[in-house]
């Protein structure tokens, strides 16, 4: 086992299951093992860039895709009215696996201005 493969490659590759609810050439998208809301679903690009901040123009495209994406995901799970859309960038503001990943949070109450609780 290559050592520097994120646990989302590994997903990927198979070595570890996930409940997968949609894939394509580009990303895939799974059920979060620790859900923080009754909907928690994680959009995975298939490129490994670490952190958001380790994109750059390359990847403008593939970014482009993912938000779309999340709009699509919104829609086929019901919960395109009210879901926030989370990226954590750096393990101070509580990243934890340094693959680029995009949290989908809904179907709990988000309370005004309670941004930082919302998740975690
Ligand atoms: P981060 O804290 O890096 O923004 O988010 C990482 C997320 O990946 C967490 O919400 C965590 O629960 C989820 N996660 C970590 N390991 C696994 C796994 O093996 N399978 C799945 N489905 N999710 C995972």
Same mark, same amino acid.
């Given at each position: 086992?290559?050592?520097?493969? @994120?646990?989302?490659? #590994?997903?990927?590759?198979?070595?570890?299951? @996930?409940?997968?609810?949609?894939?394509?050439?580009?990303?895939?998208?799974?059920?979060?093992?620790?859900?923080?809301?009754?909907?928690?679903? +994680? +959009?995975?690009?298939?490129?490994?860039?670490? #952190?958001?901040?380790?994109?750059?123009? @390359?990847?403008?495209?593939?970014?482009?895709?993912?938000?779309? +994406?999340?709009?699509?995901?919104?829609?086929?799970?019901?919960?395109?009215?009210?879901? #926030?859309?989370?990226?954590?960038?750096?393990?101070?503001?509580?990243?934890?696996?340094?693959? +680029?990943?995009?949290?989908?949070?809904?179907?709990? @109450?988000?309370?005004?201005?309670?941004?930082?609780?919302?998740?975690?």
């Amino acid at each position: 086992m290559d050592s520097d493969q @994120s646990i989302f490659e #590994r997903i990927m590759s198979g070595d570890i299951p @996930s409940e997968l609810l949609y894939e394509d050439d580009q990303a895939i998208v799974i059920k979060d093992i620790n859900p923080q809301a009754p909907i928690h679903i +994680l +959009l995975i690009p298939r490129v490994k860039i670490p #952190r958001l901040v380790d994109a750059d123009e @390359s990847h403008q495209a593939l970014l482009g895709h993912l938000l779309l +994406l999340a709009g699509k995901m919104a829609k086929q799970l019901g919960c395109d009215e009210a879901f #926030r859309l989370i990226i954590n960038n750096g393990a101070e503001a509580g990243q934890t696996v340094f693959h +680029l990943h995009l949290h989908i949070l809904a179907n709990k @109450s988000f309370e005004e201005g309670q941004l930082a609780t919302a998740f975690g």
